[in-house]
Nanobody
């Protein structure tokens, strides 16, 4: 069983930066992919980025490439999402997710087995 808790969301102006954190708890993270998703009001949950716990390979959605960076601090069992140059369209609830998989790419929310409660990110114009 995996438990995930997000934090770090808030209200920021366009062009600003934000760092989201995901505190993770599990027996082992070997073979796990950690993902970040976001959901705006009235829209479906969409993939943002993911990272393999062991190896550190990453993958980003096109709208966030170059502005978002996902990373892991193994000693703290935490996953981070560093966001720069925020845009109003980045507004939404951001979720941390996890799944044990050997797939090269995992971008479908339905593929993830564990989810955090989400943290709100609001970007003003």
């Amino acid at each position: 069983q995996v438990q995930l808790v997000e934090s770090g969301g808030g209200l920021v102006q366009a062009g600003g930066s934000l760092r989201l954190s995901c505190a993770a708890s599990a027996r082992t993270f070997n073979g796990y992919v950690m993902g970040w998703f976001r959901q705006a009001p009235g829209k479906e949950r969409e993939f943002v980025a993911n990272i393999r716990w062991n190896g550190g390979s990453t993958y980003y959605a096109d709208p966030v490439t170059g502005r978002f960076t996902v990373s892991i601090d193994n000693a703290k069992n935490s996953v981070y999402l560093q966001i720069h140059s925020l845009k109003p369209e980045d507004t939404g609830v951001y979720y941390c997710a996890a799944v044990r998989t050997s797939k090269y790419r995992t971008v479908d929310a339905d593929e993830y087995d564990y989810w955090g409660q989400g943290t709100q990110v609001t970007v003003s114009s």
